[in-house]
């Protein structure tokens, strides 16, 4: 499993574009972050974990919430004063790894919820990233659910991964897969369809997830993923047992149909190998959550790194399109 990243993604020197020491409030692990272009601006919603750090770590004691930060060239990034939604009730523990996607002048925000009753994935709407409105949570045990950026022949349609228990043999054990459902409103949710299964990501011997918004292109809707391979041995994390190596993966839809995957990337996009992927909460974690394609041809892939840090890597629409078409 000596993957490599390709040579035409460029790691932007100065990662991690956001951590805990750039948010004015108590912060230690910034990752796992949903981007967008809104209102001339650029937008994050970061997940930030606190409460508790790699000297004083104990499960159970840290807390999140969602923070917002702001930026001109989608690159320094300002994180505003106060963090801007958190949930904390009995039943519903907290909201975390948000997804951005804009439709029609407003910002939808996916998110994952950890409830005393099972995960559960959701859409809320906001317009000032200070109210959120709730429009639909799944049923668990579903999450990392992406929203394509228009209707696609009349309906809303979204990305998702269920997590389920039964059903799958001890070889495909936590070996969970790519979804998709339709909405005539973003509210109802039906005509769920398989869209990947783990077993037919390349170089995947565990679970895959939607990772960014999708992104059209002439060619087909180009989709980030992440995907794991477990390992038999132990890797640098802030906790015993972590033997998940994330990777970042990439996959093209078809425009009209995008439950038709028409191009995979076959090795992976990115291979956690920089000291900030490979060392922190969660070392050899790549989660990417944020693209953007520029007008000038450049991608901006942004990921989540060791679960403690955002990053961003850059590349040519053209690179990415013929790694993914690739026969
Ligand atoms: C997944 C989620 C992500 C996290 C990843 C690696 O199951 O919990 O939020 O980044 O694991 O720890």
Do not use: Q
């Given at each position: 499993m000596n993957y490599k990243t390709p040579d035409f993604i460029k790691r932007y020197p100065g990662n991690p574009i956001l951590d805990a020491s750039k948010v004015p409030y108590e912060a230690v692990q910034i990752f796992n972050a949903g981007f967008a272009k809104y209102n001339g601006k650029y937008v994050c919603v970061f997940r930030n974990d606190y409460?508790?750090?790699?000297?004083?770590f104990e499960w159970g004691k840290g807390k999140i919430n969602l923070g917002l930060a702001f930026s001109d060239d989608g690159v320094n990034w300002e994180v505003t004063d106060r963090p801007c939604w958190e949930i904390h009730t009995e039943e519903n523990y907290r909201v975390y790894d948000p997804r951005l996607t804009v439709i029609d002048g407003k910002c939808y925000v996916c998110f994952a919820m950890d409830t005393a009753h099972g995960v559960r994935g959701g859409i809320a709407v906001t317009e000032d990233f200070d109210k959120f409105d709730i429009l639909n949570i799944a049923v668990p045990e579903n999450r990392n659910m992406v929203l394509f950026p228009e209707k696609i022949n009349g309906l809303y349609m979204r990305l998702e991964r269920p997590m389920p228990v039964y059903g799958r043999s001890a070889k495909f054990k936590e070996s969970f897969d790519i979804w998709s459902s339709k909405s005539p409103d973003l509210r109802y949710w039906g005509d769920s369809e398989l869209?990947?299964?783990?077993?037919?990501?390349?170089?995947?011997n565990s679970k895959i997830g939607p990772g960014a918004p999708p992104v059209k292109t002439q060619y087909g809707w180009l989709a980030l993923t992440h995907f794991v391979n477990k390992v038999d041995y132990e890797l640098p994390a802030w906790h015993d047992g972590w033997n998940k190596i994330y990777y970042g993966g990439v996959m093209l839809l078809d425009l009209e149909n995008p439950n038709k995957v028409i191009g995979i990337g076959k090795t992976p996009l990115l291979v956690p190998e920089a000291e900030y992927e490979c060392d922190?909460?969660?070392?050899?974690t790549i989660f990417p959550g944020g693209m953007i394609l520029e007008d000038s041809g450049e991608v901006k892939i942004y990921y989540g790194a060791a679960d403690t840090y955002e990053a961003l890597a850059t590349c040519d629409i053209n690179d990415l399109l013929n790694f993914v078409m690739q026969k």
């Open positions: 409460g508790r750090g790699k000297e004083d869209v990947l299964p783990a077993e037919k990501m390349p170089c995947c922190g909460f969660r070392g050899h």
